[in-house]
C-alpha cells in the first residue's frame, strides 16, 4: 500500500502540476524508486491512494507505470519489457476524510484485506537503505522501520518515540523547540526518526 494522499502543499509552487511522489530524485520520478524496491519482494500487488485532485493524472500514470505504454511506439524506442516483472500497481483516488489512516483502509478494503500489508508512503525515499526488505523478513505483526533520532531532521521527517521496541507516541515534523520538549520527556525512552 503506498500512501500518496497528500497535495504537496509545502512544495505548492510545482505540485498542482505534479504530484510530489513524480518529482525526480536521484534522475527519475521519486515513485520510481520505490517501485523498484517493492518489486525487489517478487509478487506483489500494489495499489497507491492518491488524492483525487490527481485522478487524471493518475490515469495516465497507471499505464505508464505497469507496462510501456504507447510512449514507445509514439517515441520510436524499443518496446521494453515490464519494468517492475511481479508487481501490478494500481491507483486508487482516496475517499474519505484525507489523511494517512484514510489512505491504508482504502488500500486495505481494494486489496480485500490482505495476510501481509506493507505500508510505505510515496514521499519519504531511502535509496539503498531498501527498508521493504527489511520488513518482509520479519515476523507477522506490526512493524516500523526508521532511523535514528537526530533533532536536525525531525523538523523534516517527524519522530517516533519508542519503549522497549514498542511505537508509544509519533509526533509530525516537529519544530527545533517541540523537539527538544520531546527530547526532554522523553530522554530515558528510545527515539527514532524518520518518517
Known sequence: ?????????RRANWSRFLPKEYFPVQGKPGIALLMEEIAELGKVRAVMVHHPYYSQFAAWATRVLNMPSDYDHVAGTAPEAQRWPGVSLELIAQSGPYGDITSVLNADDHLSHPDDLYVMYADN?????????????????????ARPYTRSEAAQRGVIVCDSDRMIRLVEKPDDRAARALEARYRDRRQCSGL
Open 1 to 9: 500500500m503506498i500512501a500518496a494522499g497528500g497535495l504537496g502543499t
Open 125 to 145: 525515499l531511502y535509496p539503498r537503505a531498501q527498508p521493504v526488505m527489511h520488513l518482509s523478513g520479519m515476523e507477522a505483526g506490526t512493524a516500523v522501520i
